[in-house]
């Protein structure tokens, strides 16, 4: 099921492939198989590559509980500074994946990288912990803040259950990945509308509070410095806190095989969406504090409630629904995203062969989007969520500090690489700086989680020798292995792409 990288343990002769009606020839037919194109489109035009980005970069917390920064800062003014200065470098960050995108044109985002500038292993490593912990568990937190918001407005008066809460994540997690594993088109332009519904909710929030400035609501401003209780160890832990409500901005490059005209969109689509999303971050705060103090923002379990009720009263009802709707749009953009580096990990003999197959009518990757099911669902009813997120946050802002390097690496190494984007040098080294600053702050701050999550990390060293590089496993197991393959093809309907029917 696992294969070498470069060298098939399992040979492609004995897979099904596609006829030209767009149907799999029976494995009793003796039918010889026909070629088809069956192929992921080009589908994600300028408009759709800049939904993905802000749709699953504004989550819930802006609206809930954008009180990290502040808790950390100890002062309005200087939390609005994080605010900026973190949007600022994340879209430094945003800016070395737009000249990687453009350089290396295949998706997978993260993993692509490492494996084009550092080789297999840490490339195997990064995808390994992204399939079995960090998706699933993210997947469900983001989910479960859908099943509670989208409940809120039946709830009004008394807890919601938690057993509800984790059915209607869990129609609301098969929902995405059967809209993801249906159609692109159809993902992409539900995307769309989320990402409107999205920027709408931040404009309810931004302009009664821009017309509460004109009105001279200005009091929480004054001293804006002042009273910051928070000692200098703080002001990491805000720029953490900052870095991750801005994280999501490197979603497009995993899916760069699918974008039209690449060198052109990829970068116009980050640069449009970040400058977007720290605006409205940073508006959206100021607006907080036209309305509510430093202290009963600290104090509120949701922000954009208590603004809202201050200010347009019973409307206040649907700022639940706005944070359902912002939740699932994050959740539609990192299935649809994320999906695609299980599909190229899968193309390079990182992961199960079937997982690199695409539906022959829907020309989606349907395996490598219905894997992430059945771990989010078991991480939904049984794993301890927040720890295993707590235990692995470093490892994204190392790897993302790994593929920035990388950047800087490559430019030495393969100096006559076509570069139709290229960002000044200082940016990558800054931004590779930050966030290996960010990991030695966690492990200053939280050794103990962050050693539990180096130790689940190191685990993808010995499942690398064991899966990829040990190619003498027994004839029977690759027998068994080739045939559940064959099984899942009938059964889902998938068939390699053209490309690899090629050899």
């Known amino acids: 099921m696992f294969r070498k990288a470069a060298v098939t343990t399992v040979s492609n002769g004995n897979y099904l492939q596609g006829q030209a009606n767009g149907r799999l020839p029976s494995m009793d037919s003796g039918q010889p198989a026909q070629k088809e194109k069956v192929v992921l489109k080009k589908k994600v035009t300028l408009l759709r590559g800049i939904s993905i980005i802000i749709g699953t970069i504004i989550g819930a917390g802006i609206f809930i509980s954008p009180k990290g920064i502040l808790k950390n800062t100890g002062s309005v003014g200087m939390s609005l500074i994080v605010w900026t200065v973190c949007g600022i470098l994340s879209l430094f960050g945003a800016l070395c994946y737009a000249e990687l995108g ?40 983001i989910s479960l803040a859908f099943g509670r918001y ?9 807890e919601i259950p938690e057993l509800a809460i984790k059915l209607i994540t869990a129609v609301g997690i098969t929902l995405v990945m059967v809209l993801n594993s249906t159609s692109v088109s159809w993902s992409a332009r539900i995307q769309i509308f989320l990402t409107f519904c999205k920027l709408v909710a931040i404009l309810i929030i931004i302009v009664p509070g821009v017309i509460q400035l ?3 609501e200005t009091q929480h401003f004054k001293n804006a410095f ?33 974008v039209e005209n690449p060198e052109k969109n990829i970068p116009l689509a980050i640069c449009i969406s970040m400058i977007i999303v720290t605006v409205g971050y940073v508006l959206t705060n100021v607006a907080y504090f036209t309305t509510i103090s430093a202290g009963e923002l600290l104090l509120s379990k949701a922000v954009a409630v208590t603004f809202a009720e201050r200010l347009m009263g019973n409307f206040s ?167 559940v393959t064959l099984t899942l093809q009938i059964l889902l309907e998938v068939v390699p792409p053209e490309e690899d029917q090629k050899s």
């Open 317 to 483: 009802l649907a700022v639940p629904v706005f944070v359902a709707l912002s939740c699932f749009g994050s959740m539609n953009g990192g299935i649809f995203a994320v999906s695609r580096m299980f599909f190229v990990a899968s193309r390079e003999g990182h992961l199960p062969e079937i997982l690199s197959m695409i539906h022959v009518r829907k020309h989606t990757p349907l395996p490598a989007v219905i894997v992430l099911h059945p771990l989010t669902m078991i991480m939904l009813f049984n794993g301890d969520l927040y720890s295993l997120l707590n235990f692995l946050s470093f490892a994204r802002w190392l790897f993302i500090g790994l593929v920035v390097a990388g950047l800087i690496y490559l430019r030495y190494k393969r100096p006559d690489m076509p570069r139709p984007f290229k960002v000044p040098l200082f940016i990558p080294a800054l931004f590779s700086f930050t966030c290996l600053f960010m990991v030695a702050l966690s492990l200053y701050s939280d050794p103990v989680n962050t050693g539990i999550g180096f130790a689940i990390t190191l685990t993808g060293v010995p499942a690398y020798y064991l899966f990829i590089v040990w190619d003498k496993k027994p004839k029977w197991f690759r027998k068994i292995l080739d045939r």
């Open 226 to 258: 002042a009273g910051n209780d928070a000692s200098v160890l703080g002001l990491p832990l805000a720029f953490y806190s900052g870095m991750y409500a801005y994280s999501g901005w490197f979603y497009l490059n995993f899916v760069t095989e699918e």
């Open 150 to 158: 989208i409940l809120e407005p039946f709830f009004m008066q008394c």
């Open 214 to 216: 004109i009105k001279g």
């Open 102 to 141: 453009t350089c290396i044109k295949k998706s997978g985002g993260h993993y692509t990288y490492i494996l084009e500038a550092f080789g297999p292993l840490p490339a195997f490593v990064r995808v390994w912990v992204e399939l079995l912990v960090i998706r699933p568990a993210a997947t469900a937190v």
